[in-house]
């Protein structure tokens, strides 16, 4: 199942979607390289790359809302939501190191991935975008 970045995912920053159209890319060549059958050392690298690229962009996702002074009960939520899928993540990777590296365990998680970044985007992130429009308006 393939993931694809679409305009209507976007937030209205453009460096947040500039990083949410790398992980959609990063995530994408995950599922392809399953389908492919690709070598574990890829996969793993694949993994690797998607677990320090998820916690840069919350890092920097959150880092933002700060900036923006963005209302904290919103930000404890997003803190959250990120805490809860950087450790879905973990337990995928962990997952798959025990099952020595098969597959199944990738093709089993890509609907969890895709399902998590496209409802988290749509119900949480674009709220980023709307609160900087309010504030704008304000001014």
Sequence with gaps: MAIEWTPNLSVGVEYIDDQHKVWFEKANGLFEAEKERRAKEYIDQMIDFLDEYTKQHFRDE??????????????????????????????????????????????????????????????????????????????
């Design 62 to 139: 959150e880092a933002y809302m700060e900036k923006i002074n963005y209302p904290e009960a919103e930000l404890e939520a997003q803190r959250k939501a990120h805490a809860s899928f950087i450790n879905r993540l973990a337990k995928l990777k962990s997952d798959y190191e025990k099952a020595g590296g098969n597959i199944l365990v990738i093709h089993d998680a890509n609907k969890m991935i895709i399902d998590w970044l496209i409802n988290h985007i749509k119900s949480m992130d674009k709220k980023i975008g709307e609160y900087i429009k309010t504030q704008e308006s304000k001014s």
